[in-house]
């Protein structure tokens, strides 16, 4: 056994991105912290992004796409209790997939693909 090791609970708190591409939706979990005692601004955050090729018509239809899966399947839950060991882990390797990303961008579009490859077989 390794250590005293803490059963401690602690609230942890994500948020909630719908990407829109052609007919899907795509719900993405990220921002993974631990809720501190104070209420943190970004909480009661909404933010709508658009890129500069998007329409009119198109960013009504994927709001329109966006809310109906929200009314479809609700909220996914944003906040949680676990183990403040597992809560340090799920940081910790959220912070190094961001890392690996960013050096991921830096190899070539063929090493990338390989790489994609890799992690998408079934072992």
Same mark, same amino acid.
């Given at each position: 056994?390794?250590? /005293?090791?803490? /059963?401690?609970?602690?609230?942890?708190?994500?948020?909630?991105?719908? =990407?829109?591409? *052609?007919? %899907?939706?795509?719900?993405?979990?990220?921002?993974?912290?631990?809720?501190?005692?104070?209420? %943190?601004?970004? *909480?009661?955050?909404?933010?709508?992004?658009?890129?500069?090729?998007?329409?009119? =018509?198109?960013?009504?239809?994927?709001?329109?796409?966006?809310? *109906?899966?929200?009314?479809?399947?609700?909220?996914?839950? &944003?906040?949680?209790?676990?183990?403040? +060991?597992?809560?340090? +882990? &799920?940081?910790?390797?959220?912070? =190094?997939?961001?890392?690996?990303? %960013?050096?991921?961008?830096? &190899?070539?579009?063929?090493?990338?693909?390989?790489?994609? +490859?890799?992690?998408? &077989? *079934?072992?």
């Amino acid at each position: 056994m390794k250590g /005293n090791r803490s /059963n401690e609970l602690v609230e942890v708190v994500a948020y909630v991105t719908y =990407d829109v591409e *052609d007919e %899907n939706v795509q719900t993405s979990i990220g921002g993974l912290r631990e809720l501190g005692k104070k209420p %943190n601004p970004i *909480d009661a955050r909404t933010s709508i992004t658009f890129g500069p090729a998007v329409s009119k =018509d198109s960013a009504i239809k994927a709001l329109q796409m966006v809310l *109906d899966k929200i009314e479809t399947e609700g909220l996914p839950c &944003l906040v949680t209790k676990v183990e403040k +060991r597992i809560a340090t +882990r &799920l940081m910790k390797l959220q912070k =190094d997939v961001a890392e690996s990303s %960013n050096q991921m961008a830096e &190899l070539s579009k063929e090493v990338r693909a390989q790489v994609k +490859r890799i992690f998408t &077989l *079934d072992i």
